[in-house]
């Protein structure tokens, strides 16, 4: 039922992208309006998902509706609809493959088709060609940035909810967990390392998604982790991609990169702090897990005390990703500008508070559960020592230091070399980043000739085998 | 949380971490058949520091004046974690958040270096991030498996006696190894070159400012120094019974202390520097003896 009402909109995109977006919207906002008065009960992920999809909707221009609406009615497991499922998905794989985003998009539809038919059939894995997409195997690598570049990318959406599916089914993948634990470490270590050699903000932004979303994989996949997943991490993910939107967003609109982040400048400084407090939130939330990881470690398995360790190195590189960010408007890759009129650096701090605001909605999960379960949060005690270390030396910093004025400002930028020089004269350090962190990442890129090989195949041929392969795997 | 330890603890920091770095200067000076300057020298510079104009560049914001008095501050967070001279630690906190603070103080370094806007910190901002990000997995790594010889994640004594064998040995090495590459001396840096290479991050700041960074760095590498000490019972039978001030906690701490630094003087006076991507190889070794020790640790009888 649920999947049927939201084929028609599918339909409709054939004759009219209005008619079909208003259309959408409508009957996911009529779905909340019947979940929320109890008629039509729906699960959390579903609600998630139509929450997600309604926000996508709102952007007229740019938004990848089509690929979303296929996230939405292919990720939702309910197998008995199949056939009007797959019907739908075929429209839409029809219409995908003459868009720019055409191949992600096929191979978004390619694995999400497989996942259920593989559930259909029984397989205790089904969800394996989602995750291999997700962590940018053969041949979905190739198009990872873009595919988790932007906070509307169809990527994103999916990745989203495939951990939330995953965690919901934990039980019906236990006998693979520790392989979902392994892509998850995989994925994040490879984000990490490609943040490194990044050059571009889109690149950037890619990698913090890819980053976070192989620690939600992680959380996803041990049952214990349960409440740092729901409570924690999932709010944290979320919190980011809006923070990532907000800023892509403006930027786009103002068009002079002032917005991007790291744009530290000594005029927005409202922006600066607030960026840098949302990094330091968020470098909070990833050693929260890592505690958590290597305490189960040394009371259980070595896994988790590897994946802590994992977690751990997360964390750190989230920093060297905000220092990343600052350095590449230093260095001039963007051209960052300061903005002059009094209602527009009004703007920016209304979006710096904003952003701080965001950063402190991982919390706000803690605090509804400890008054709803009359105040007996999960006990992460990084938490409390580490946020409460931070904001007390910062507070006492900035106490310190605003009192104490500088005797004489000076400008002692005369008469040093820029920074393309130095680059010419010094290459050691900025050639550094390429030099120590591509060879270590290009061990994770597969043989570029097998996805060039792979680009060639036809999709739909590829659907084809794929789906054959199963059916033979199922009769065996 | 202890407040008369506590205070104790961040008062022996402030005392002790420069004279830690003036002996290593000394020990390092006489390696090298020079006379080197006092022990104290590193206090007399804090102090002058202190004393001397506070002038900034033109172009730095607010934050360039805040972030020094931060990195001291989450180094002296680091060390009142501990348990120095006293069976138990003042602080609540652990082997996890020790870590953290170490990381966070080493970003913090490099990202006020970076604000200056002067293309020299900027260049040693870099490097130090790039030094952070290949030796922090390392110390993470390193620390972990000494955790689980422990059996938990307190910065103390007062857990379970440790037994000596290979395991601990080979886990003791990769922490001390570990330490020397987070050190961030030579064979990583030279004094020749301080400017342009580690110390870079550090050109535009003067006054009080530098003073704290200074201070900042000293007291992160005491701490750091001092995690071998909760390792050493296994080696020096020293009763650990009680939570207060002890003697014998006391010594083992100063033998700790001392041996860290002859390692890092012995470390600078007898090699070379290495370039950065000569660096990073000796990173990756840091980092595979390292793993190994986690392992024997994880399957070593008497862990967790």
Same mark, same amino acid.
């Given at each position: 039922m649920y999947q049927a009402i939201l084929v028609l909109p599918a339909l409709i995109y054939l004759y009219n992208k209005r008619s079909a977006r208003i259309l959408l919207a409508a009957v996911q906002a009529i779905l909340l309006v019947l979940h929320a008065t109890g008629f039509y009960p729906l699960q959390l992920q579903q609600i998630l998902v139509l929450v997600v999809s309604l926000i996508l909707l709102i952007d007229p221009v740019s938004n990848p509706q089509l690929l979303a609406l296929v996230a939405l009615i292919g990720v939702t497991p309910l197998p008995v609809n199949l056939p009007l499922v797959a019907l739908a998905l075929l429209v839409v794989l029809a219409l995908s493959s003459k868009k720019n985003q055409g191949r992600v998009g096929l191979y978004v539809i390619i694995a999400l088709s497989l996942t259920l038919i593989l559930e259909y059939f029984g397989y205790p894995f089904a969800g394996a060609p989602l995750v291999l997409m997700l962590v940018g195997a053969l041949p979905f690598q190739k198009w990872l940035p873009d595919m988790y570049s932007n906070y509307k990318s169809a990527g994103v959406l999916?990745?989203? %909810?495939?951990?939330?599916?995953?965690?919901?089914?934990?039980?019906?993948?236990?006998?693979?967990?520790?392989?979902?634990?392994?892509?998850?470490?995989?994925?994040?270590?490879?984000?990490?390392?490609?943040?490194?050699?990044?050059?571009?903000?889109?690149?950037?932004?890619?990698?913090?998604?890819?980053?976070?979303?192989?620690?939600?994989?992680?959380?996803?996949?041990?049952?214990?982790?349960?409440?740092?997943?729901?409570?924690?991490?999932?709010?944290?993910?979320?919190?980011?991609?809006?923070?990532?939107?907000?800023?892509?967003?403006?930027?786009?609109? %103002?068009?002079?990169?002032?917005?991007?982040?790291?744009?530290?400048?000594?005029?927005?400084?409202?922006?600066?702090?607030?960026?840098?407090?949302?990094?330091?939130?968020?470098?909070?939330?990833?050693?929260?897990?890592?505690?958590?990881?290597?305490?189960?470690?040394?009371?259980?398995?070595?896994?988790?005390?590897?994946?802590?360790?994992?977690?751990?190195?997360?964390?750190?590189?989230?920093?060297?990703?905000?220092?990343?960010?600052?350095?590449?408007?230093?260095?001039?890759?963007?051209?960052?500008?300061?903005?002059?009129?009094?209602?527009?650096?009004?703007?920016?701090?209304?979006?710096?508070?904003?952003?701080?605001?965001?950063?402190?909605?991982?919390?706000?999960?803690?605090?509804?559960?400890? *008054?709803?379960?009359?105040?007996?949060?999960?006990?992460?005690?990084?938490?409390?020592?580490?946020?409460?270390?931070?904001?007390?030396? %910062?507070?006492?910093?900035?106490?310190?230091?605003?009192?104490?004025?500088?005797?004489?400002?000076?400008?002692?930028?005369?008469?040093?070399?820029?920074?393309?020089?130095?680059?010419?004269?010094?290459?050691?350090?900025?050639?550094?980043?390429?030099?120590?962190?591509?060879?270590?990442?290009?061990?994770?890129?597969?043989?570029?000739?097998?996805?060039?090989?792979?680009?060639?195949?036809?999709?739909?041929? *590829?659907?084809?085998?794929?789906?054959?392969?199963?059916?033979?795997?199922?009769?065996? | 949380m202890n407040l008369p330890i506590l205070a104790l603890n961040l008062a022996l920091a402030i005392i002790v971490a420069p004279l830690l770095d003036g002996l290593r200067r000394k020990i390092t000076a006489r390696l090298q058949n020079r006379v080197g300057p006092p022990v104290t020298q590193s206090w007399h510079d804090i102090l002058k520091l202190f004393r001397k104009e506070t002038i900034l560049p033109e172009k730095a914001g607010f934050l360039l004046r805040v972030f020094p008095a931060l990195m001291l501050m989450l180094s002296l967070a680091m060390f009142a974690m501990m348990a120095t001279v006293t069976v138990q630690s003042p602080m609540e906190g652990g082997g996890i958040i020790f870590i953290e603070l170490a990381v966070l103080s080493a970003f913090v370094f490099a990202i006020a270096g970076s604000m200056s806007r002067n293309p020299y910190g900027v260049v040693g901002g870099s490097r130090e991030v790039i030094l952070a990000t290949l030796v922090e997995p390392s110390i993470i790594v390193s620390l972990t498996a000494l955790i689980l010889f422990k059996g938990s994640t307190t910065l103390d004594d007062a857990s379970k006696s440790l037994a000596v064998g290979g395991s601990l040995i080979v886990a003791v090495v990769a922490y001390l190894l570990s330490l020397l590459a987070e050190s961030g001396r030579v064979p990583f840096d030279v004094a020749e070159a301080e400017s342009e290479l580690t110390g870079g991050a550090m050109i535009e700041f003067s006054g009080a400012p530098l003073a704290m960074l200074k201070m900042g760095q000293y007291v992160r590498s005491l701490a750091l120094y001092s995690i071998p000490k909760f390792f050493m019972t296994a080696f020096i039978p020293v009763d650990m019974k009680g939570d207060g001030f002890s003697i014998a906690v006391v010594a083992l701490y100063v033998v700790s202390l001392l041996l860290c630094t002859l390692l890092i003087s012995l470390a600078e006076s007898l090699n070379a520097r290495y370039r950065l991507l000569e660096a990073s190889r000796f990173y990756a070794i840091v980092l595979a003896f390292s793993s190994l020790a986690l392992i024997l640790a994880f399957f070593a009888p008497g862990s967790r």
């Amino acid at each position: 039922m649920y999947q049927a009402i939201l084929v028609l909109p599918a339909l409709i995109y054939l004759y009219n992208k209005r008619s079909a977006r208003i259309l959408l919207a409508a009957v996911q906002a009529i779905l909340l309006v019947l979940h929320a008065t109890g008629f039509y009960p729906l699960q959390l992920q579903q609600i998630l998902v139509l929450v997600v999809s309604l926000i996508l909707l709102i952007d007229p221009v740019s938004n990848p509706q089509l690929l979303a609406l296929v996230a939405l009615i292919g990720v939702t497991p309910l197998p008995v609809n199949l056939p009007l499922v797959a019907l739908a998905l075929l429209v839409v794989l029809a219409l995908s493959s003459k868009k720019n985003q055409g191949r992600v998009g096929l191979y978004v539809i390619i694995a999400l088709s497989l996942t259920l038919i593989l559930e259909y059939f029984g397989y205790p894995f089904a969800g394996a060609p989602l995750v291999l997409m997700l962590v940018g195997a053969l041949p979905f690598q190739k198009w990872l940035p873009d595919m988790y570049s932007n906070y509307k990318s169809a990527g994103v959406l999916v990745a989203f %909810t495939a951990v939330v599916f995953l965690n919901e089914n934990l039980a019906s993948y236990a006998a693979v967990a520790p392989l979902l634990l392994l892509l998850g470490a995989l994925t994040t270590i490879v984000g990490v390392f490609q943040c490194m050699i990044s050059r571009r903000f889109a690149d950037l932004f890619s990698t913090i998604h890819q980053i976070a979303f192989g620690l939600l994989l992680v959380s996803a996949s041990v049952k214990e982790l349960d409440a740092l997943f729901s409570y924690l991490l999932l709010p944290a993910v979320i919190s980011l991609s809006v923070i990532n939107h907000v800023h892509d967003s403006l930027n786009e609109k %103002t068009g002079n990169g002032m917005f991007e982040f790291g744009g530290l400048s000594t005029v927005m400084r409202v922006e600066a702090a607030s960026t840098l407090a949302t990094y330091l939130v968020l470098f909070s939330l990833l050693s929260m897990g890592a505690e958590v990881l290597v305490q189960m470690g040394v009371e259980g398995s070595i896994g988790f005390i590897l994946l802590g360790c994992v977690m751990l190195f997360a964390a750190a590189s989230s920093l060297a990703v905000f220092f990343r960010s600052y350095t590449l408007v230093f260095e001039g890759f963007s051209n960052s500008s300061i903005i002059s009129g009094g209602s527009q650096k009004f703007a920016v701090a209304l979006v710096s508070a904003g952003n701080l605001l965001i950063a402190l909605v991982p919390m706000w999960p803690l605090l509804a559960f400890s *008054l709803v379960s009359g105040g007996k949060p999960p006990q992460f005690e990084a938490l409390n020592s580490l946020l409460l270390i931070m904001l007390v030396a %910062t507070i006492l910093s900035v106490v310190v230091m605003g009192g104490a004025k500088p005797g004489k400002i000076k400008s002692w930028m005369t008469g040093y070399t820029t920074v393309d020089d130095l680059q010419g004269s010094r290459g050691e350090i900025f050639t550094a980043w390429r030099e120590i962190f591509e060879p270590v990442y290009g061990i994770s890129i597969p043989d570029d000739g097998v996805s060039r090989a792979l680009e060639k195949t036809s999709p739909l041929m *590829l659907l084809a085998l794929i789906v054959m392969l199963a059916i033979i795997g199922v009769i065996i | 949380m202890n407040l008369p330890i506590l205070a104790l603890n961040l008062a022996l920091a402030i005392i002790v971490a420069p004279l830690l770095d003036g002996l290593r200067r000394k020990i390092t000076a006489r390696l090298q058949n020079r006379v080197g300057p006092p022990v104290t020298q590193s206090w007399h510079d804090i102090l002058k520091l202190f004393r001397k104009e506070t002038i900034l560049p033109e172009k730095a914001g607010f934050l360039l004046r805040v972030f020094p008095a931060l990195m001291l501050m989450l180094s002296l967070a680091m060390f009142a974690m501990m348990a120095t001279v006293t069976v138990q630690s003042p602080m609540e906190g652990g082997g996890i958040i020790f870590i953290e603070l170490a990381v966070l103080s080493a970003f913090v370094f490099a990202i006020a270096g970076s604000m200056s806007r002067n293309p020299y910190g900027v260049v040693g901002g870099s490097r130090e991030v790039i030094l952070a990000t290949l030796v922090e997995p390392s110390i993470i790594v390193s620390l972990t498996a000494l955790i689980l010889f422990k059996g938990s994640t307190t910065l103390d004594d007062a857990s379970k006696s440790l037994a000596v064998g290979g395991s601990l040995i080979v886990a003791v090495v990769a922490y001390l190894l570990s330490l020397l590459a987070e050190s961030g001396r030579v064979p990583f840096d030279v004094a020749e070159a301080e400017s342009e290479l580690t110390g870079g991050a550090m050109i535009e700041f003067s006054g009080a400012p530098l003073a704290m960074l200074k201070m900042g760095q000293y007291v992160r590498s005491l701490a750091l120094y001092s995690i071998p000490k909760f390792f050493m019972t296994a080696f020096i039978p020293v009763d650990m019974k009680g939570d207060g001030f002890s003697i014998a906690v006391v010594a083992l701490y100063v033998v700790s202390l001392l041996l860290c630094t002859l390692l890092i003087s012995l470390a600078e006076s007898l090699n070379a520097r290495y370039r950065l991507l000569e660096a990073s190889r000796f990173y990756a070794i840091v980092l595979a003896f390292s793993s190994l020790a986690l392992i024997l640790a994880f399957f070593a009888p008497g862990s967790r």
